[in-house]
């Protein structure tokens, strides 16, 4: 009984030790400061140097004009001319290689616009 629970002392250090969950959890930060347009959180959370390509249009922003995009959403959303209704990570797939990561996922966001 005691070396059960020791072992589970382990895995459940060794669970909070993974550098994956860190990275879920920031992802996870990114998708709401996405959704609320929060400038300041998504910049803190860019790595150096940024760009960002949109999956649709194929457009490529470095890090001060994808900001300054973001910033415009914060004004629809506040002005109400657009409604985020759903923001989704679907199949994220984290693969630690040093001190990086690679991250894989779908989003699936709805909203209405105008």
Same mark, same amino acid.
């Given at each position: 009984?005691?070396?059960?629970? +020791? ?6 250090? =060794? ?18 400061? %996405? ?11 860019? @790595?150096?140097? %940024? ?7 194929? =457009? ?9 995009? +973001?910033? =415009?959403?914060?004004? @629809? ?9 759903? %923001? ?12 990086? @990561? ?7 966001? =709805?909203?209405?616009?105008?």
């Amino acid at each position: 009984m005691g070396q059960m629970l +020791i072992l589970g002392m382990i895995l459940l250090q =060794t669970m909070r030790l993974d550098p994956s969950d860190d990275v879920r959890a920031a992802v996870e930060k990114f998708g709401q400061a %996405y959704v609320a347009a929060d400038v300041e959180v998504l910049g803190s959370l860019l @790595a150096d140097p %940024y760009l960002h390509v949109n999956g649709g249009s194929g =457009t490529v922003l470095d890090e001060a004009s994808w900001l300054a995009w +973001i910033e =415009t959403r914060r004004e @629809a959303l506040d002005d109400g001319s657009l409604v985020i209704e759903t %923001y989704e990570v679907e199949d994220l797939v984290i693969r630690m290689r040093r001190d990086s @990561a690679i991250v894989l996922g779908i989003v699936r966001s =709805t909203g209405v616009e105008n």
